[in-house]
């Protein structure tokens, strides 16, 4: 019988995937009260649920938690809500709970991904997989920023400063993986992040 070695996947970081979770309760606390449509309510459901769930997974199950490595997960992840909240709570656009946790979200979701950079920046050798999910991820917010110059020169009044910029923060924070990231396709290496 082969036993495995679940210490060789050290690619997936707790840290980003709770600061996720928080992110989406924050921003989705109007889910049952403001009705948008079925597939928007079934849309946010999912991904709390999703989630809540990889939080979960990666926490309890027996199998899954041992393939990751909390020793090489170290960023204090905790110090990023704060800032965030007194942000949110001086910079928002309309002093209300559910528009300070809209901000709050917004602000957190931009900085969410650093403790999964700081963990493949230590691990340096990244698994094919958590390489293109780290990709898949930054290149959903690049394309959201796409849609955002797309719909200022289409719609009257779109105008969205706070998102658009928590949006080019997040991108930018990618630049450095994104530069490596298509450095090895083009080298056809491993992704490898210097130390």
């Given at each position: 019988?082969?036993?495995l ?7 997936i ?30 849309m946010k ?20 938690r ?10 204090r ?18 002093f ?10 917004l ?23 958590t ?6 991820l930054?290149a ?38 994104f ?15 210097p130390?």
């Amino acid at each position: 019988m082969r036993v495995l070695n679940y210490k060789h996947s050290r690619g997936i970081s707790l840290k980003t995937q709770e600061l996720y979770a928080i992110v989406f309760a924050t921003r989705y606390l109007d889910i049952f009260t403001n009705h948008i449509s079925p597939y928007n309510t079934i849309m946010k459901l999912i991904f709390l649920g999703s989630s809540f769930s990889i939080v979960w997974y990666m926490r309890y199950h027996k199998i899954v938690r041992r393939s990751y490595d909390k020793d090489q997960d170290t960023f204090r992840h905790y110090i990023l809500i704060l800032p965030c909240l007194i942000l949110a709570l001086l910079i928002n656009e309309k002093f209300t709970f559910k528009e300070v946790m809209w901000t709050f979200s917004l602000y957190l979701e931009a900085v969410a991904i650093l403790p999964q950079l700081v963990l493949l920046q230590r691990t340096r050798n990244i698994d094919n997989l958590t390489g293109q999910y780290v990709f898949l991820l930054g290149a959903y917010r690049a394309l959201y920023i796409v849609n955002w110059i797309y719909r200022y020169f289409t719609e009257d009044h779109f105008v969205h400063w706070i998102t658009w910029i928590c949006g080019l923060v997040q991108t930018l924070l990618y630049a450095d993986f994104f530069y490596y990231y298509f450095q090895s396709l083009k080298n056809n290496m491993k992704l490898q992040l210097p130390a």
